[in-house]
């Protein structure tokens, strides 16, 4: 085939995937790979903040400031969290996150950059910005991820306040209803149990991403999840994008869904079809997907995203090209409970 016949042909392809609503990627190795579908609401254009969640409104804000005043997406993601970190009104995330099963407040919660370097930190108690701390953590030592006491002295050395009681009054009220009946379902409530990932693509079109989190609800005393371990709750690679998750920790876990979201996308997947690809594979291995919800969300480094769910219900901020909106997200659970 001539050049210029191979040229109409391809183009011809294009246009046609195009109206299809199917984009044309450039897969690892910079091989064109035709890609299927991509998020209704998906736009290529940075800088952008994209996080979980209706409490990722006022995080997205936080995120933003930053990234408009010209900073780096890492500052951005930090600044972004915390705002819902402060929160005390939040019942996931922070200090007034819901306890244990012991009715203490333990946090998880990770970061990593543009770099592919990370910092986490596990099973924390009484540090308000644990996000911070995970950032110390990469930083300023040789490690990766920090857990538990080793953590709250590595915090105490960087001067970090431990703060004493750690459960509210709406959390302190819930946990003695709870202790009634210690009824443990380790079961995320599709309503009210909603980790902040978030993701930014910064003015140089930098990526980096956060996500914190007070874990489960009544958990046994020691339980991790997955939002401090690179990979499950979170995954940044600044050549084909970033990932974040929420929900049910153990099974994100046990599939590695931001890594294999990421992976999807070096592979030529579009965000949304990655998003898919890691709930198909969380479905796929538990076969009590029904009792529990994920919500993942993904982005490329030119500001496209994806976002997916189990069931019904999740929902996420999107704030790009000037405008800080809520979005709902598809699902795989079509036919309901
Ligand atoms: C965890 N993934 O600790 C977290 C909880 C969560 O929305 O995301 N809830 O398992």
Redesign the pocket.
């Known amino acids: 085939m001539t050049d210029r016949r191979k040229f109409l042909k391809n183009s011809a392809l294009f246009a046609a995937f195009s109206s299809l609503g199917i984009s044309v990627f450039a897969g690892e190795g910079g091989k064109k790979k035709k890609k299927g579908k991509t998020n209704p609401n998906s736009v290529a254009g940075k800088p952008l903040v994209i996080s ?1 969640w209706k409490h990722g409104l006022a995080a997205n804000e936080g995120a933003w400031k930053v990234i408009d005043a010209g900073g780096r997406a890492l500052d951005a993601v930090e600044q972004g969290v915390m705002v819902t970190e402060s929160d005390k009104t939040n019942t ?1 995330v922070g200090l007034g996150g819901f306890p244990d099963r012991e009715g203490i407040v333990t946090l ?1 919660a990770s970061i990593m950059d543009e770099r592919g370097m990370a910092g986490s930190v596990a099973f924390v108690q009484g540090i308000e910005h644990p996000i911070s701390l995970a950032r110390r953590v990469m930083d300023k030592t040789p490690h990766a991820l920090l857990v538990g006491a080793g953590a709250e002295l590595f915090a105490k050395q960087e001067g970090f306040v431990k703060q004493k009681n750690t459960l509210t009054d709406t959390t302190r009220k819930a946990w003695q209803e709870w202790m009634k009946e210690k009824n443990y379902k380790p079961v ?1 409530n599709i309503e009210n ?3 902040i990932g978030l993701l930014a693509i910064d003015k140089r079109g930098n990526v980096s991403g956060a996500c914190t ?1 007070s ?2 609800s009544w958990k046994m005393h020691g339980r991790v ?3 401090p371990i690179i990979g499950a ?1 979170l995954f940044v690679d600044n050549e084909f994008g970033a990932a974040t ?6 099974s ?1 876990l046990r599939t590695l869904a931001s890594f294999l979201a990421v992976e999807c996308m070096r592979r030529g997947a579009t965000p949304q079809e990655a998003c898919e690809e890691a709930i198909a594979r969380i479905v796929k291995k538990h076969a009590n997907f029904k009792d529990f919800q994920v919500g993942i969300l993904a982005i490329t480094p030119a500001g496209e995203h994806g976002g997916y769910a189990i069931h019904k219900g999740f929902n996420y901020a999107l704030h790009q090209g000037g405008n800080n909106r809520m979005i709902d997200s598809d699902y795989y659970n079509k036919e309901g409970k």
């Open positions: 979980t996931s998880d995320i149990h909603d980790t989190t874990g489960l999840g997955d939002s709750g998750c929420t929900g049910l920790g153990e994100v």
